[in-house]
């Protein structure tokens, strides 16, 4: 298929951007997203053009490095799909796609699609882990976790860290990512210790990182490619209002 | 036919740090005989890990925790998204909690045997004692294992072992069980014992006085080469499947770390070891970036098969029963569909080249869940395989649930790597390698869900343990900007970025990459003979030799810049193709996943050579024609016999 693309190019994160157009011939439908985008570059090499970067490493949709905002849609247009894992049988020939990165304040862009995520780095720092140092730990079966309880922490610890959420948020909020933290680690017994000293430093450390403020629009949730709930955020708001009452 | 004009015999090499006695042991007499550091000193004691998958960030949290001071590196934008994340099937450890006859001598007895005979006894076992102090400590961060209704730990069986010791989280447990390191070591970060580099590339290994002692790094964003020095550097820089191009590892995986240290000195083990797993979704097209994984564990539940006559081009729903051949089953009746991957590999490679396989290109053979669904239910299917089922239509665009899979055996582990003592050092004193870099502990074959077990086991446990012995003699001399070793390292960095950038090339970094991988493939992937491996090296060469005079590399020096990454990392490729193509010649043996097809038996199965092959094949850096130090190999406990599956 033949496809027009129109992407974002910002040589570095000085300079200012713009929207580029560009035609791609010959397009299979098999070939993955990033994968059209690898033919794209090879033709710009060909032309001496400088490729566009992105970033993208496991492109099995775990790694959470791929982060494109396709047709103003965090990973594009299929529910509960990284953009590695979107195939191009999604489109038609004809189609024109707009390529974009992240957007939002506590992601400045780097180069052209490459954003900086450091930030979530730094909520998880400022409290998003179970202090246990190596060595330490009793027999693996010395505390029982009740199934319900393991799933439900699985499924919040599911999240790739990919940024989608704070893409997605029209206040650029990274509530959902930090809140999957807190439940996952909240949902275990292994984690009660820290659970208020948790939330308090998580929330400090995201503000302070530019991210703005929840107001449940719930864009977040919906453009998981983890389809992590909005429950974990309900989670987090009472965890914090218990640890905020405790430490006042 | 002699192999040696393509390299040279050198001096034996031996591990003088395993300890002699009862193999169970062995680990306790090295931690007693190994000097510790004074904890007041540790603060003095600089560490540099290059890495932040499970073998890196594993050892980067543990030697903060114990108070040494830590950079650690990686050039992923977070440490989180390094490779080690995409492991999906599970970690081995020998708890016996299903009663069901597990131990840690049976755990040790299956990775010896499973890597047919190429292993170190002493480490092996080592690696089954430490198991089971994996799982305490996962759990204890907050990994959140599959359980079962009573609340305790969940347990499957797992590529060819014939007990339940695979703990997992869902499909995705390399990502949690590394989540619970990266949170580990970010923890470490807040507390101000490890500064972390992300975003940062290693290219050079800084050897100063016979000891290494730093690292030249470009910082992926603004381009800028720098070095860091150190009182010991340890490499966790992962596997080199990638030399392949299609693979099942991440796009960014690479050689560069370990074959940096190898042009410096460290020896390179066992290069042509290459793990081929069986159940991979097959290539679709020219334009494939990679292969993906279907996990090991759907061969618990599938059944693989291919139509019983070649050419039958019919739907697989309309081939009757009667007309299908399950060969795994037919082979192996003892272990069917879960043999090991070596195996279960080369057979599907069998059938394909009678032209029985299917898909395009009659690469591919099925893997069918349909009796699993008429057994256990859609739902406990579902339950069970969801992710991975709902992944292959993605990628597909064909339902798993009412049309078998197809699947094709992708290059996946790499055995191979840099030479380690039993303290995990290098032949360069104050080098040491962690995790997948190594040659490791799974001989000529791993199997699964061991190299999640080897990588944290490594870095949580060993390494940190070693590593005090060592520096306990630091701190070491100052080495500053000037020194000769440390200019010298710069320089050639900057020589090779100059080159690149500066090169009137007219063909791209991947094209020449492909073809490296499509003669890799070839000539050293699931077959090998004599007559392959001498044209590959010939070819590579040539190959070599167009890239340095072809390759175009667009952008400058001091800004990020993805195409000037991959030509370093492909120019080390093509080194190191070359070196596996040898290491694969010189081996005129089959083993695990080294097959010679010289060297099989009458029914075609992987034919050792004890009597002369029951060694490291350790390689030293020579330019063109490298020198062989062989480890010489000893089996007290675990005799060796040619493996049967059937
Ligand atoms: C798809 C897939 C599924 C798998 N499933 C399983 C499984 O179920 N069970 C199992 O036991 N094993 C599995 N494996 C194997 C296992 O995941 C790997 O062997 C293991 O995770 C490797 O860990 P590592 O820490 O050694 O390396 P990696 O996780 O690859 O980490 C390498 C690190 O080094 C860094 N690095 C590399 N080069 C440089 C450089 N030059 N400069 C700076 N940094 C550098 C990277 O940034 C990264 O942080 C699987 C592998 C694949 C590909
Ligand atoms: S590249 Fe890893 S999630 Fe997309």
């Known amino acids: 298929m033949k496809l027009r693309l129109r992407i974002w190019r910002q040589s570095d994160a000085e300079s200012k951007g713009k929207m580029v157009s560009y035609v791609i011939d010959g397009v299979s439908e098999d070939a993955s997203f990033l994968e059209m985008l690898d033919v794209l570059n090879e033709e710009l090499i060909a032309d001496g053009e400088d490729p566009v970067a992105f970033d993208h490493d496991c492109r099995e949709g775990i790694c959470g490095a791929c982060s494109l905002v396709i047709d103003g849609q965090p990973h594009g247009p299929q529910a509960a799909t990284t953009t590695c894992q979107l195939h191009m049988r999604q489109y038609s020939d004809g189609d024109t796609i707009d390529i974009e990165p992240w957007r939002a304040g506590a992601f400045p862009v780097v180069k052209d699609l490459v954003v900086d995520r450091s930030a979530f780095d730094r909520i998880i720092q400022a409290g998003g882990y179970i202090s246990a140092p190596t060595g330490t730990a009793p027999d693996a079966h010395a505390v029982p976790v009740p199934k319900a309880d393991a799933d439900a922490a699985f499924s919040a610890a599911a999240c790739i860290g990919c940024g989608a959420c704070v893409a997605a948020c029209p206040n650029g909020s990274g509530m959902l990512f930090m809140a999957a933290k807190v439940a996952h680690l909240g949902l275990m017994p292994q984690g009660q210790p820290e659970r208020h000293t948790r939330v308090l430093g998580m929330v400090a450390a995201h503000d302070e990182a530019g991210f703005g403020g929840c107001t449940n629009t719930g864009e977040c949730s919906a453009a998981c490619p983890k389809e992590i709930g909005l429950d974990v955020i309900g989670r987090l708001n009472k965890d914090f209002r218990k640890a905020a009452a405790r430490a006042a | 036919m002699s192999t040696a004009e393509y390299y040279t015999g050198g001096e034996p090499i031996a591990d003088t740090k395993a300890p002699a006695g009862p193999i169970n042991e062995r680990w306790q007499t090295r931690r007693f005989t190994g000097r510790l550091v004074n904890p007041a000193n540790r603060r003095k004691l600089r560490v540099i890990v290059v890495g932040t998958g499970l073998a890196g960030a594993s050892a980067a949290a543990t030697l903060g925790e114990l108070g040494y001071r830590v950079a650690n590196y990686c050039f992923q934008d977070s440490p989180r998204r390094a490779h080690s994340i995409a492991a999906q099937g599970g970690i081995n450890a020998a708890k016996n909690y299903r009663n069901d006859g597990d131990s840690v001598h049976r755990l040790f007895y299956d990775t010896v045997k499973g890597g047919d005979f190429r292993s170190r ?377 100059e080159f690149f950038l500066n090169n009137d090339g007219d063909r791209t970094v991947d094209s020449f990459h492909r073809e490296l991988g499509r003669i890799m493939w070839e000539y050293c992937g699931m077959e090998r003979t004599d007559e392959g491996l001498r044209k590959a090296i010939g070819l590579i060469r040539d190959l070599k030799a167009e890239f340095y005079k072809r390759v175009k590399v667009t952008g400058k020096a001091a800004e990020l810049n993805q195409q000037l990454e991959k030509a370093g990392r492909v120019a080390d490729f093509f080194e190191l193709g070359e070196l596996m193509c040898i290491d694969a010649l010189h081996r005129t043996e089959s083993c695990g996943g080294h097959f010679r097809a010289e060297s099989q038996t009458e029914d075609g199965e992987a034919k050792r050579d004890d009597e002369h092959f029951s060694y490291v094949a350790a390689w030293e850096f020579a330019g063109s024609e490298p020198v062989l130090h062989k480890e010489h190999l000893e089996f007290e406990y675990v005799k060796p016999t040619q493996r049967s599956y059937k």
């Open chain 2, 121 to 497: 006894e002493s480490n092996v076992h080592r690696l089954a004692e430490i198991s089971t102090e994996i799982i305490d400590q996962c759990v204890a961060q907050g990994v959140p294992f599959a359980r079962e209704y009573g609340g305790l730990l969940d347990n499957r069986s797992f590529g060819g072992a014939q007990v339940s010791r695979t703990f997992y989280a869902r499909g995705q447990t390399g990502q949690q069980l590394l989540l619970g390191a990266y949170q580990a070591l970010e923890r470490q970060v807040a507390a101000g014992t490890v500064e972390l580099h992300t975003r940062h590339e290693m290219l050079e290994l800084i050897v100063t006085g016979g000891r290494a002692r730093g690292i030249v790094v470009r910082d992926l964003v603004t381009g800028e080469v720098a070095t860091e020095i150190a009182d010991a550097v340890v490499l966790a820089t992962g596997g080199y499947g990638n030399v392949f191009f299609l693979s099942t590892n991440a796009k960014g995986c690479n050689v560069t770390a370990s074959w940096r240290a190898h042009r410096q000195g460290a020896y390179f083990a066992n290069p042509c070891y290459t793990q081929i797993h069986p159940t991979c979704i097959p290539q679709s097209g020219d334009h494939q970036s990679k292969l993906t994984l279907m996990s090991e564990s759907l061969r618990n539940d599938g059944r693989v098969w291919v139509p019983a006559e070649r050419g039958d081009d019919r739907e697989p729903g309309d081939i009757p029963e009667s007309e299908r051949d399950y060969y795994l089953e037919r082979r192996y009746p003892a272990f069917g569909n879960l043999v090991p991957r070596d195996i279960a590999s080369r057979a599907a490679k069998a059938v394909c080249d009678e032209g029985r396989g299917v898909g395009p290109g009659g690469l591919g053979v099925y893997l069918d869940f349909a009796d699993a669904i008429d057994r256990l239910g859609k739902d406990a299917v579902e339950a069970k395989y969801g992710n991975l089922f709902q992944m292959y239509e993605r990628i597909t665009g064909e339902n798993p649930y009412e049309r078998p899979m197809r699947i094709y055996p992708a290059v996946h582990y790499t055995m191979g790597g840099l030479w380690v003592d039993y303290d995990l050092q290098s032949n360069i004193p104050g080098l040491f390698v962690t995790g997948e870099a190594n040659f490791s502990d799974h001989g000529a074959n791993r199997l699964g869900a061991s190299a999640l077990m080897q990588g944290l086991s490594d870095g949580y446990f060993v390494l940190p343990n070693t590593i005090s012995d060592y520096l306990a003699d630091g701190p070491f001399e100052a080495v500053d900007e000037d020194h000769e070793s440390v200019a010298a390292a710069l320089g050639a960095v900057n020589e090779r970025i």
